[in-house]
């Protein structure tokens, strides 16, 4: 079973940075996409960005020019990064580490979450 573990969420003032990890384990087959999305009390969950197995990226336009999404590969180990400079309040939301596996389908997996508050 693939395992998403986050760290990095915390309480930042406005104008603040914040980087976030995860690291995937126990990936057997191929990672197409892995990213960040974040849910806000009585939001639904909305894509914040991610990285596509070629090297490519997807920014939504809340954050584009202000977070950076990059990965590592380490071993049995995939890890993705959001480096989150110029931290709003509207930026406070759970953040979801999210990775998309190819096999012989396609697999979704989520880790469990970590809160980033922006306090104005």
């Known amino acids: 079973q693939v395992q998403l573990v986050e760290s990095g969420g915390g309480l930042v003032q406005a104008g603040g940075s914040l980087k976030l990890s995860c690291a995937a384990s126990?990936?057997?087959?191929?990672?197409?996409?892995m990213g960040w999305y974040r849910q806000a009390p009585g939001n639904e969950r909305e894509l914040v960005a991610v990285?596509?197995?070629?090297?490519?990226?997807?920014?939504a336009d809340s954050v584009k020019g202000r977070f950076t999404i990059s990965r590592a590969r380490d071993n049995a180990e995939n890890t993705v990064y959001l480096q989150m400079n110029s931290l709003k309040p509207e930026d406070t939301a759970v953040y979801y580490c999210?990775?998309?596996?190819?096999?012989?389908?396609?697999?979704?997996?989520w880790g469990q979450g970590t809160q980033v508050t922006v306090s104005s």
């Open positions: 126990r990936i057997i087959f191929s990672i197409n996409r």
């Open positions: 990285i596509i197995s070629g090297g490519g990226t997807n920014y």
């Open positions: 999210y990775a998309e596996l190819v096999g012989l389908r396609i697999y979704e997996y």
